[in-house]
Nanobody
Framework: VELVESGGGSVQPGGSLRLSCVAS????????MVWYRQVPGKEREGVAS????????KYADSVKGRFIISQDNAKNTLYLQMDSLKPEDTAMYYC?????????????????WGQGTQVTVSS
């Protein structure tokens, strides 16, 4: 499975961006899709996840109320709507597919990764 992200860029604090991630093939309903982010020198952080089977979602506390994860199964596409962006949201954002979402661990271990898209929030 190949995952390709897009939609990153530079935005001022308080602005919005919408990230997309297109999968090269159907991803089984037992998987979840996850957005992660990473800042150089820090561990990769789980941002949000969505179950392929029932669209149930989970968010990191740092983005609750500001980010929304969604998916369009017909298009094999994952989205991350990011509103009220803050400078601390600056990071490389990765989408991933995980078979580990029922383990209870956060973030779940990913099986497939995209190449990442950079988000920079700065005035």
């Amino acid at each position: 499975v190949e995952l390709v992200e897009s939609g990153g860029g530079s935005v001022q604090p308080g602005g919005s961006l919408r990230l997309s991630c297109v999968a090269s093939e159907y991803i089984h309903s037992s998987f979840c899709m996850v957005w992660y982010r990473q800042v150089p020198g820090k561990e990769r952080e789980g941002v949000a996840s969505i179950m392929r089977s029932d669209d149930s979602t989970k968010y990191a506390d740092s983005v609750k109320g500001r980010f929304i994860i969604s998916q369009d199964n017909a298009k094999n596409t994952l989205y991350l709507q990011m509103d009220s962006l803050k400078p601390e949201d600056t990071a490389m954002y990765y989408c991933a597919a995980s078979s580990d979402c029922y383990s209870g661990y956060w973030p779940p271990r990913a099986d497939y990764w995209g190449q990442g898209t950079q988000v920079t929030v700065s005035s």
